[in-house]
């Protein structure tokens, strides 16, 4: 995967991946995914960021095909008794977005003012059984704040506290400071 040094524009990302697999025997590991997805929605662009994560998702359900696949090529083998051939293993990193996947592109919806998109995110990280940090509710909610949808971000950090997560100062003067309120903060 290569983002040209001079733009983000969608033009210019470029996938060097064919079905999940890298090309030369080498690809992006999901740092690497964090890190553009983070960079691409630091920069204000929000589509193109979830365009990649999208990618990313998909780039995962294709290797959880093929490792199926591959189990029940195995299974075959073993039941019929036959060797087969002793074909190398590629290494092939998991790929399956996390919670900082999910941090990386909550980042883009705080940039974006776009808190739909972050509620969106932030429920899709709970139907795929990723537990949201602090941080992802902290953007979430910044996100929230910025779009001046305070109702939503004191919601978010209820959803937080469910969890058994505590608000920090950091967490809450963050999101007063966005809501224009930060003068009601006390020590």
């Not at 960021?49 to 990618?55: E, G, L, M, S, T």
């Not at 008794?81 to 092939?92: M, R, S, V, Y």
């Not at 974006?112 to 139907?127: C, G, H, I, S, T």
């Amino acid at each position: 995967m290569r983002i040209r040094k001079s733009s983000t524009n969608e033009e210019d990302f470029e996938d060097t991946q064919t079905q999940g697999r890298p090309v030369l025997g080498f690809g992006p590991d999901l740092m690497t995914y964090n890190n553009i997805i983070w960079s691409v929605g630091n920069a204000g662009q929000l589509d193109l960021a979830k365009r990649i994560f999208h990618k990313l998702k998909a780039t995962h359900s294709t290797q959880q095909a093929e490792d199926e696949r591959s189990l029940r090529s195995k299974k075959q083998t073993k039941r019929t008794g036959n060797a087969g051939t002793n074909k190398k293993e590629k290494w092939i990193p998991n790929l399956r977005p996390n919670v900082y996947t999910y941090g990386s592109l909550m980042h883009g919806c705080v940039k974006a003012r776009n808190y739909r998109q972050a509620l969106y995110y932030l429920d899709m990280m709970e139907e795929h059984n990723i537990t949201p940090n602090q941080i992802v509710f902290t953007s979430c909610m910044e996100a929230c704040a910025e779009s001046g949808k305070y109702r939503e971000a004191r919601d978010v950090m209820e959803r937080m506290i469910e969890l058994g997560m505590k608000p920090d100062l950091t967490m809450v003067s963050s999101t007063c400071r966005r809501a224009g309120i930060h003068d009601i903060i006390t020590d």
